[in-house]
């Protein structure tokens, strides 16, 4: 009887949640009094020349713009985007009570400012430098940790990604005490024009095999120096310029200019302080564009790593924004961060106001997409207070993962588990963004509602099976703080009801009610996207 009861109430709970949260991310599919949860009554409002540069361009296709998200919608989304955490129910609370105008600018600058920060960034990093230990990326344990920490300790130190890139592009020495001197390890070969093929789309956003054969060569004329050199450590290896050659070199930029280098220099460096130029067309366009698709879900050039002639930006007037803005902080990325997060774009519901398929290229309304696998894991453990197991083929103690590390926090991309494999994380062998897989599948969505992996998780979180059985006027209370912890929002007030009439009509509470509940909500869309 009761396996029978269980499954009758998940049903009756999923089936509920999922007529009031987003079934379908349709202003025609919302009801009035549930709208609240997702917008608020504000239009799109103008408040920075980001938003205004945005706004002509959608008046220009006549389309209308999105209304302004609403706090329970922007607490959520702005800790998984800028931090790729899930907030605690005490934070979704103190913000929701926040009476401050400004108290959106104040949550966004102390998110910057927290090590989760640090954590969620250097993954997305350690994707794009194919930070692996083995096959096909062999950085070997030891140079994964210190590659990563130096991603990591960079970010947090907010280090001006003009000296980020040109630290990577220039070091020489031990890949185990040389850290950045890996990113000419973290490829699958050693040749100048793989290397060249790897500098072009991490730090220009450019796929070399849409280039002449000429222009390859050109650019590859610029690594043809980059020697290894084995030791007596095990995989240990020296990254060096080899400068003996007594001829000088000639070489051409990308933007067709020749430079004659003369014997002696290394031109990586020639090719760096090229690269970093304030006026240089690839530089400042490839990282604003990329942060901008990271936290919008779609590049101002889409794909990111695709900039070419071919592929033209569908607003050129605010990527040439953002390129000043960056160049005037002095690279500082943590201000883009701050400009596009503050924006009313960002801001924006994800409930669209328009039919015309442009819409989304042109940021009409906030993109919904699926959490990173990394994210999903962590935002079920922090909620039933649990922890990930994680395979690996290196052997230990070079794969020692601590039972209470977070998902995000992993350095190595060859440390892994089923739950990570299943929903999409990279395998980190390109570098292109597409790697990530962030499509729902039918096994995904059968992992969620069968899994006695996530079954487990929710009967084992110990904050659930502490609660005492509550008076029936406290039990609003324990809802809530479930409601809050996985939704991010308070129940609505059919919620409510369709969870008091099962404990009074069964005379079940709390634990497996709860049980129950949290499992209905995680299988929620509510749950699973960005929104």
Same mark, same amino acid.
């Given at each position: 009887?009761?396996?029978?009861?269980?499954?009758?109430?998940?049903?009756?709970?999923?089936?509920?949640?999922?007529?009031?949260?987003?079934?379908?991310?349709?202003?025609?599919?919302? &009801?009035?009094?549930?709208?609240?949860?997702?917008?608020?009554?504000?239009?799109?409002?103008?408040?920075?020349?980001?938003?205004?540069?945005?706004?002509?361009?959608?008046?220009?296709?006549?389309?209308?713009?999105?209304?302004?998200?609403?706090?329970?919608?922007?607490?959520?989304?702005?800790?998984?985007?800028?931090?790729?955490?899930?907030?605690?129910?005490?934070?979704?609370?103190?913000?929701?009570?926040?009476?401050?105008? +400004?108290?959106?600018?104040?949550?966004?600058?102390?998110?910057?400012?927290?090590?989760?920060?640090?954590?969620?960034?250097?993954?997305?990093?350690?994707?794009?430098?194919?930070?692996?230990?083995?096959?096909?990326?062999?950085?070997?344990?030891?140079?994964?940790?210190?590659?990563?920490?130096?991603?990591?300790?960079?970010?947090?130190?907010?280090?001006?990604?003009?000296?980020?890139?040109?630290?990577?592009?220039?070091?020489?020495?031990?890949?185990?005490? #040389?850290?950045?001197?890996?990113?000419?390890?973290?490829?699958?070969?050693?040749?100048?024009?793989?290397?060249?093929?790897?500098?072009?789309?991490?730090?220009?956003?450019?796929?070399?095999?849409?280039?002449?054969?000429?222009?390859?060569?050109?650019?590859?004329?610029?690594?043809?120096?980059?020697?290894?050199?084995?030791?007596?450590?095990?995989? +240990?290896?020296?990254?060096?310029?080899?400068?003996?050659?007594? &001829?000088?070199?000639?070489?051409?930029?990308?933007?067709?200019?020749?430079?004659?280098?003369?014997?002696?220099?290394?031109?990586? &460096?020639?090719?760096?302080?090229?690269?970093?130029?304030?006026?240089?067309?690839?530089?400042?366009?490839?990282?604003?564009?990329?942060?901008?698709?990271?936290?919008?879900?779609?590049?101002?050039?889409?794909?990111?790593?695709?900039?070419?002639?071919?592929?033209?930006?569908?607003?050129?007037?605010?990527?040439?924004?953002?390129?000043?803005?960056?160049?005037?902080?002095?690279?500082?990325?943590?201000?883009?961060?701050?400009?596009?997060?503050?924006?009313?774009?960002?801001?924006?519901?994800?409930?669209?106001?328009?039919?015309?398929?442009?819409?989304?290229?042109?940021?009409?309304?906030?993109?919904?997409?699926?959490?990173?696998?990394? #994210?999903?894991?962590?935002?079920?453990?922090?909620?039933?207070?649990?922890?990930?197991?994680?395979?690996?083929?290196?052997?230990?103690?070079?794969?020692?993962?601590?039972?209470?590390?977070?998902?995000?926090?992993?350095?190595?991309?060859?440390?892994?588990?089923?739950?990570?494999?299943?929903?999409?994380?990279?395998?980190?062998?390109?570098?292109?963004?597409?790697?990530?897989?962030?499509?729902?599948?039918?096994?995904?969505?059968?992992?969620?509602?069968?899994?006695?992996?996530?079954?487990?998780?929710? &009967?084992?979180?110990?904050?659930?099976?502490?609660?005492?059985?509550?008076?029936?006027?406290?039990?609003?209370?324990? #809802?809530?703080?479930?409601?809050?912890?996985?939704?991010?929002?308070?129940?609505?007030?059919?919620?409510?009801?369709?969870?008091?009439?099962?404990?009074?009509?069964?005379?079940?509470?709390?634990?497996?009610?709860?049980?129950?509940?949290?499992?209905?909500?995680?299988?929620?869309?509510?749950?699973?996207?960005?929104?």
């Amino acid at each position: 009887m009761r396996k029978s009861a269980t499954i009758i109430i998940r049903i009756r709970l999923l089936l509920a949640a999922s007529a009031v949260v987003l079934t379908a991310f349709t202003a025609h599919a919302m &009801e009035n009094d549930t709208r609240w949860l997702y917008e608020s009554e504000a239009g799109f409002s103008a408040t920075t020349p980001l938003d205004a540069l945005v706004l002509a361009r959608l008046r220009e296709k006549g389309i209308q713009p999105a209304n302004r998200c609403s706090d329970e919608v922007f607490v959520r989304r702005i800790f998984l985007d800028a931090i790729g955490t899930l907030p605690q129910a005490d934070e979704v609370r103190a913000f929701l009570a926040d009476t401050r105008p +400004e108290k959106r600018q104040i949550l966004i600058d102390e998110l910057l400012e927290r090590e989760e920060f640090s954590d969620y960034w250097a993954l997305k990093w350690c994707d794009v430098l194919r930070v692996k230990s083995e096959f096909p990326i062999n950085l070997w344990p030891n140079a994964v940790q210190a590659y990563h920490r130096w991603i990591h300790d960079s970010i947090r130190d907010n280090k001006p990604y003009d000296r980020f890139v040109r630290e990577l592009l220039t070091s020489s020495g031990s890949n185990f005490r #040389v850290p950045p001197v890996n990113f000419y390890r973290a490829v699958q070969g050693n040749e100048p024009h793989t290397l060249a093929q790897a500098a072009a789309l991490v730090f220009m956003g450019v796929r070399l095999e849409k280039w002449t054969e000429a222009q390859r060569a050109d650019l590859a004329a610029f690594f043809s120096r980059v020697a290894y050199k084995q030791t007596r450590e095990w995989k +240990e290896e020296i990254i060096y310029a080899d400068t003996t050659s007594s &001829e000088p070199l000639n070489a051409t930029f990308p933007d067709g200019i020749s430079v004659r280098i003369p014997p002696g220099t290394d031109p990586r &460096e020639v090719f760096a302080d090229w690269l970093i130029q304030q006026d240089n067309p690839w530089f400042a366009r490839s990282i604003v564009n990329r942060i901008w698709s990271w936290l919008l879900g779609k590049g101002i050039i889409h794909e990111p790593d695709d900039i070419c002639t071919d592929n033209p930006p569908v607003n050129p007037e605010l990527l040439a924004y953002l390129e000043r803005r960056l160049v005037a902080a002095n690279y500082d990325l943590k201000e883009i961060y701050r400009l596009i997060l503050n924006s009313g774009t960002y801001q924006q519901s994800s409930i669209p106001r328009t039919d015309s398929p442009e819409g989304e290229s042109l940021f009409a309304y906030y993109i919904v997409r699926r959490l990173d696998a990394e #994210v999903l894991i962590d935002a079920i453990c922090q909620f039933t207070q649990t922890t990930e197991s994680y395979s690996s083929p290196i052997p230990e103690p070079f794969t020692y993962v601590p039972e209470n590390q977070r998902s995000i926090t992993l350095a190595d991309g060859s440390i892994t588990s089923p739950f990570l494999e299943m929903f999409g994380r990279p395998p980190r062998d390109t570098g292109l963004e597409s790697e990530r897989g962030t499509q729902v599948s039918s096994a995904q969505r059968l992992h969620l509602l069968n899994s006695t992996h996530i079954q487990r998780k929710i &009967e084992n979180a110990d904050w659930l099976r502490d609660i005492p059985r509550s008076r029936r006027n406290a039990r609003g209370e324990v #809802v809530e703080t479930v409601y809050l912890s996985i939704l991010s929002r308070y129940p609505t007030s059919e919620e409510l009801d369709i969870i008091r009439n099962y404990v009074d009509s069964s005379g079940l509470w709390p634990r497996l009610v709860l049980n129950d509940l949290a499992w209905a909500l995680i299988n929620t869309k509510e749950f699973l996207y960005r929104h």
